[in-house]
């Protein structure tokens, strides 16, 4: 009992060292451990989901693997609840958040985005034969959304009713059985995991033809981080200039927005 004790001990303060010296990433440390440590919520297509193999892959996969290599490093990728990121990359878990995360002015406040790479929009998608048509029709109905997201916090800043999950998976479902009347969801994982469901049998969704709100998207890095998110910003630009971004999209068959147009 006593080795046991001694032993959960060691391995507890072998954590709370690990803890101690995890620190947000800056473009030496990146460089001299050769990896980017990326966390992701991989319940997200077209830009990060699951392969049959527990890989992830998506447009942000790609991506991330073009600015590591430019970087000259490898990247390794770590599955994470999306409402626990961006706090793992603030306190140095992570080196960086990639997971569609929309740049906002509260979450600025918190942590360092780099410049962003494409625009998106938050959807609402309803079961078929619903009566909801538009954003007007939401008032005193329930709303699904994923935890920690820019949904979420649109839903409750203008008080809609909002039940939130931690998985995007979790808030499709509750549209699909009726726990609530709609979902919102950014646009182009709306299409593909709308797509996914109507293409088995089955209640069928729609994804309703007019948008909450626009967001351009971008990585999320500590404070810290300035002379990394320095570096990178040159990257994405050129990626972005040079077409290979649009190209991803291509890849993964969903339409590109140039975040320019936001401007
Ligand atoms: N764009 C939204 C946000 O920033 C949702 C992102 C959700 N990402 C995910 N991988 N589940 O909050």
Known sequence: MKKVLSLVLCMMMVLFAAAAFAAPATLESV????????????????????????????????????????????????????????????????????????????????????????LAAQAIVVAEGSPITGKADLADKLISVQTGTTAEVYCMQNNYQTESYTSNVDAELAVLSGTVDAWVIDDLTAAEMVATNNAKDGKKLVILPEAMTTEPYAFAFAKESGDLVETINGYIDELVKDGTVAGLFAKYNAPYTSPETAK
């Open 31 to 118: 460089k001299a451990k050769g990896e980017l440590v990326i966390a992701t919520s991989p319940d997200f297509p077209p830009f990060e989901s699951l392969s049959g193999d527990g890989s992830v892959t998506g447009i942000e996969m790609d991506l991330a693997a073009a600015v590591a290599e430019k970087l000259g490093v490898k990247m390794k990728v770590e599955q994470v609840n999306f409402d626990s990121i961006l706090l793992g990359v603030m306190n140095g878990s992570y080196d960086v958040g990639i997971s569609g995360f929309s740049v906002t002015e509260e979450r600025k406040k918190n942590v360092l985005f780099t410049n962003p790479y494409c």
